[in-house]
């Protein structure tokens, strides 16, 4: 499977921004997929996981209560909702993927990854 991330851009502080990642291929319905994001001189870090069929998601601290991750197997989409926007949440945001059971907050277990949407907010 290829991932392609799209959705980011600039945006002020307390508004509102879905990402979306795009997979090819007919087992989309067969990954683990999650967000992760990178901020500058940052290492990129988990932000939200999601299972094949969606039922068990799991977020970073960060993104719990504001971010919301979802799927569309039909699509082959998976989807970041953000609310609430901070100007600390200023990052390229990465779609990864993982054909396994479990979901995993692991940025190494992911081993697909998407090219980055940016994602600056100001303040």
């Known amino acids: 499977v290829q991932l392609q991330a799209s959705g980011g851009g600039l945006v002020q502080a307390g508004v509102s921004l879905r990402l979306s990642c795009a997979a090819s291929?007919?087992?989309?319905?067969?990954?683990?997929m999650a967000w992760f994001r990178q901020a500058p001189g940052a290492e990129r870090e988990f932000v939200a996981s999601?299972?094949?069929?969606?039922?068990?998601?799991r977020y970073s601290d960060s993104a719990k209560g504001r971010f919301t991750i979802s799927r569309d197997n039909a699509k082959n989409t998976v989807y970041l909702q953000m609310t609430s926007l901070r100007p600390e949440d200023t990052a390229v945001y990465y779609c990864?993927?993982?054909?396994?059971?479990?979901?995993?907050?692991?940025?190494?277990?992911?081993?697909?990854w998407g090219q980055g949407t940016q994602v600056t907010v100001s303040s």
């Open positions: 291929g007919r087992t989309f319905s067969s990954y683990v």
């Open positions: 999601i299972s094949r069929s969606g039922d068990i998601t």
């Open positions: 990864a993927a993982r054909r396994a059971l479990a979901t995993t907050t692991m940025i190494d277990a992911y081993d697909i």
